[in-house]
């Protein structure tokens, strides 16, 4: 083991055993295949704010939040209290609640575009409905994504228009209703909705990195050609605006899927949209069941946090501390003379290692990175990981996602840890 490894064994023990009992009980030893490291993952215990601390009380400022859903911290008082309340209530009552009238009703008053929706229990049944719904809608069965986008993991998402389907257990058929294009090539899409009438909707990833122009065009296109647009707004909602990037370009789609901040932290999500639209779901239409379809909890949650979203700038907040964040690692980087820069739009940032990037454009990427790709190769990237948990980062080290609990302390304090991890990763002769 390198010395960086030797350093990470030491201040994990107990994460260890957990580790290896783990193998024995779950595929691959995970429960999702983000958390999956060598030598082996770091087990939580807590969160508060923008803090965590591991099994072996070692503690952290907090860069994955919740893969992205807590904006507003860890263990929020609001949150926590507006959940325990709700513990006392019943956790489902198979009803309908006075909690998701009023769920739905802050999503509705949030998002423009959202006339009517309906709850699910996660982002990927999220975009599994609105491809459903626009489909019925429609009466056509195609759905086009962009190459390298990421909407779940649903069959239909998972889609690449290659045999590595038939490898990830999707069959053919399910592949002839899926069409990918290249991403942010507006022409390219017109060639496929010129050529066709099968199309029931093109999805967009809407936290992608992509050109306001581009976002603009492609409302545009979708209408001209009478082709459904979806925003998957499930990283992106609440995060980008109080609207998500619908709300920060002025761009309506006809369908939106949310999650993630939607439920407050809690499971959740939800399709919403054009009422035409989404009313194919009910009866004589789409059959839509869902034990955990709006449940009590966490509705309470995703209630409280929105009405945070509503009241507060939230928003304005985790994108400040986004742009200290990346203009303490551009001064870094620069300092050690390591080509790259930190980028990215919003509250995530971005590092590049390696690969140019105009740091000055919230809207570029590195040279040669499509969609989906990360700019640093992937023995930096694993060994760089483990140098900054080494240094109290919990965090990918090429994405960074942001909180409004982050303060001014936390983020200097996350730029001298990020430098001590590349001083590592360079001493191992890496970069």
Not at 19 to 48: C, I, N, Q, W
Not at 115 to 131: D, H, P, Q, W
Not at 143 to 167: L, M, N, Q
Not at 253 to 272: H, Y
Request: proline share 5%; net charge negative.
């Amino acid at each position: 083991m390198s010395s960086i490894e030797d350093r990470f064994v030491e201040l994990h023990p107990e994460s260890k055993p957990l580790a290896e009992k783990a193998m024995g009980l779950f595929a691959d030893g995970v429960t999702h295949e983000r958390r999956s490291m060598s030598p082996y993952p770091v087990y939580m215990e807590r969160g508060v704010g923008p803090r965590k601390w591991d099994v072996d009380g070692n503690e952290y400022i907090d860069y994955k939040t919740g893969h992205g859903s807590m904006i507003l911290g860890q263990a929020h008082p609001a949150i926590v209290e507006a959940v325990q309340s709700q513990m006392t209530k019943g956790t489902h009552l198979s009803s309908g609640t006075r909690l998701e009238v009023e769920w739905a009703e802050a999503v509705i008053r949030l998002v423009p575009s959202v006339e009517k929706l309906r709850f699910v229990a996660s982002g990927t049944e999220a975009l599994m409905m609105a491809f459903k719904m626009a489909r019925v809608f429609s009466g056509k069965e195609k759905i086009v994504k962009f190459a390298g986008a990421f909407h779940g993991w649903s069959d239909p998402a998972y889609v690449t228009d290659t045999e590595t389907d038939r490898e990830y257990g999707i069959p053919r058929g399910t592949s002839e209703t899926v069409i990918n294009t290249p991403a942010h090539d507006l022409d390219a899409l017109d060639e496929i909705l010129v050529g066709r009438d099968d199309v029931a909707a093109v999805v967009f990833q809407a936290n992608d990195i992509a050109p306001p122009e581009f976002i603009e065009g492609l409302r545009e296109l979708t209408t001209s050609h009478g082709v459904l647009l979806i925003f998957d707004e499930v990283v992106s909602g609440f995060r980008w605006s109080n609207a998500g990037c619908q709300g920060r370009y002025g761009v309506s789609p006809d369908l939106s899927t949310f999650a993630k901040i939607l439920a407050g932290g809690l499971p959740g999500g939800c399709v919403g949209g054009r009422a035409d639209v989404v009313d194919t779901v009910g009866e004589g239409g789409i059959k839509h069941p869902g034990t955990f379809n709006a449940n009590p909890l966490s509705a309470a949650a995703g209630k409280a946090a929105l009405g945070i979203v509503e009241r507060d700038p939230i928003v304005e907040t985790a994108d400040k501390q986004a742009d200290r964040l990346k203009a303490g690692i551009n001064k870094v980087l620069q300092s050690m003379e390591i080509p790259g820069g930190a980028y990215g739009f919003s509250s995530i940032a971005m590092v590049s290692l390696g690969t140019p990037v105009d740091i000055d454009d919230p809207h570029a990427v590195p040279a040669g990175v499509e969609q989906g790709g990360r700019p640093v190769s992937t023995e930096v990237l694993d060994k760089l990981q483990l140098a900054i948990i080494n240094e109290g980062l919990w965090t990918d080290p090429a994405s960074m996602i942001l909180s409004a609990s982050h303060s001014d302390a936390d983020i200097d304090a996350t730029v001298s840890a990020y430098e001590a991890g590349l001083h590592a990763v360079r001493a191992a002769g890496l970069i």
